[in-house]
Every structure is written in C-alpha cells, then in structure tokens.
C-alpha cells in the first residue's frame, strides 16, 4: 500500500498497486505497453497539475487515479480494505477472489545512501538509481494478517510465490505475524524464480540483493526464504543452478518463466500446476 500525500490540503490518497495491477489484468484492462495502470488512460490531471507548478513525478492516469480516490473514500467511510479490493474486483469484472494480506496499513521505508526514503519515492522519482542500505516494513508492530488471508493460505490446493521483487513486494507479506508460519504449516509452497540469468526482468530486485549483500540468483532467493519453499520453478537459463537447489532441499521444475506470449506463459502455468 502506498499513500500519496497531498501537500498542503490535509488530504492523503492509498494506493495498492500490486492489488490494482492484479485487477486490471485479470479484467483485461492493464496497459500491457507501460506495465502498469490501465489501456485508454489519459493524463489530464496531471498536466493540470504540473502546470499549476504542483509535483506530478508520481505519475497517475485519469482512469487510475478513480480508482484510488473510490478506495480513499470507502476507507474513509470505515470499509476495510478487503471490502473495498472485492468491490472494485467485482465492478471490474474480475471472478476471481483478490485478497489483501492484510486491512491494516503497512509501509516500506528504504535506508539509502542519501537518507531514508519511502517506496514510492525510492521507486518511481528516483527510478531505484540509488544505493539501498536496509529495507524496513513499518507498521508490523500492529498490523495483522486478515483471518480471510489466512483460511485461504491453509485451505488452497496450492500455494504460489509469484516472481515478484523479494524483498520489496513478498517480504512485507511474510513479515506479518502468522503468515510464515501458516506456509511453513503447509510445508507444499511452491515459488517461481523473479530472476532470470542473474537479473530482474524489470525492476529492481538483482540490485537491490546485491546492495544488501544477498546472491543476486534464485539460489540466493532460496537461500534468503529459508525452508519456505518445496519447489522452485525456474528459468532454462538457470538449469545449472538447479543442483544447488536440489542439494539444499527443493524439487526444481526448469521451463521458461519469461512470458513475452501465450504459448510461454502456458508453459510456466502448466509447470506451476505439474
């Protein structure tokens, strides 16, 4: 979750980018082009706001930008969180069950050469071009996994780790209480690797493991997930890691994990459901 504060007017906007990228792709609506937000977006907003001389670096679309003002008011009218991610679910068309890990409000901070800074300014206004010395999640010492959250960790067929950031999107999930534990409980998790060859397809994360002394491989996410995976699916550019993973304990499927069309991502998904 990210909350953009709106300098001088008391007001604060929530974002949850990973939930709104999950619904606008499943609704068929994601700018496949940018990666993110949604297609047929159009930026007036922002360009009124540039030109009254306001900060506009944290780009937000017409289209997205009703997202996060509905969920700002639902919040503030006393919904939670999963109430409004299945709201906004539904409105777009999605069927499946979208859950946030948590309806409390969490905050990752990044220690930086130059200073602490927030996610989305780490991220976005200074496009992670900057030396990370710690990573810190606010927020834990209250925040609670949602008993949704939880029931559907215990009772799904299975469980995937998708090849997200390590550190910057699972990491927070896990560091709530219970979380680790209910997988562990499980002992059957399944992860897919978010680096291929070494690096990150986009984003941050063989940088960021490196900075922070991790292997940046999925030896080294292994390693820094501990026994929370059984199985590892990952990239044919990395088949000869896969002794490794096996010697430490995991089953390893090897297929292709970039999916650049649909025959790749078939692929993946079959090997994810083997």
Not at 189 to 198: D, E, F, Q
Request: aromatic letters at 4%; glycine letters at 10%.
């Amino acid at each position: 979750m990210i909350t953009v504060l709106a300098g001088g007017v008391g007001a604060a906007l929530t974002i949850c980018p990973d939930l709104d990228t999950v619904t606008y792709t499943l609704a068929g609506m994601n700018d496949e082009a940018r990666g993110w937000g949604l297609t047929d977006e159009t930026w007036r907003v922002m360009g009124e706001l540039e030109a009254l001389g306001g900060e506009a670096w944290f780009r937000l679309g017409d289209r997205d930008l009703a997202t996060h003002l509905y969920r700002t008011q639902r919040l503030g009218e006393g919904a939670t969180k999963s109430e409004v991610t299945a709201e906004i679910a539904r409105r777009r068309g999605v069927v499946s069950t979208l859950l946030p890990a948590s309806d409390d409000p969490v905050a990752t901070v990044l220690d930086t050469l130059e200073g602490p800074m927030d996610f989305q300014e780490y991220f976005v206004r200074r496009r992670h071009d900057v030396t990370v010395t710690a990573v810190t999640v606010t927020g834990l010492a209250t925040a609670r996994p949602s008993a949704a959250a939880l029931r559907a960790i215990e009772g799904a067929e299975r469980v995937v780790i998708a090849p997200s950031n390590p550190l910057l999107s699972i990491d927070p999930i896990l560091a709530l209480a219970g979380v680790r534990e209910a997988l562990l409980a499980r002992g059957d998790v399944l992860a897919v690797s978010p680096l291929v060859g070494g690096a990150a397809l986009k984003g941050p994360a063989d940088r960021l493991m490196r900075d922070l002394g991790l292997e940046p491989t999925v030896a080294g996410v292994a390693a820094h997930y501990g026994g929370l995976v059984r199985t590892w699916v990952i990239d044919e550019l990395d088949a000869g890691l896969a002794a490794r993973l096996e010697a430490a304990g995991h089953e390893v499927r090897v297929t292709t994990t970039v999916m650049d069309d649909p025959a790749r991502a078939r692929a993946l998904a079959e090997a994810v459901l083997a």
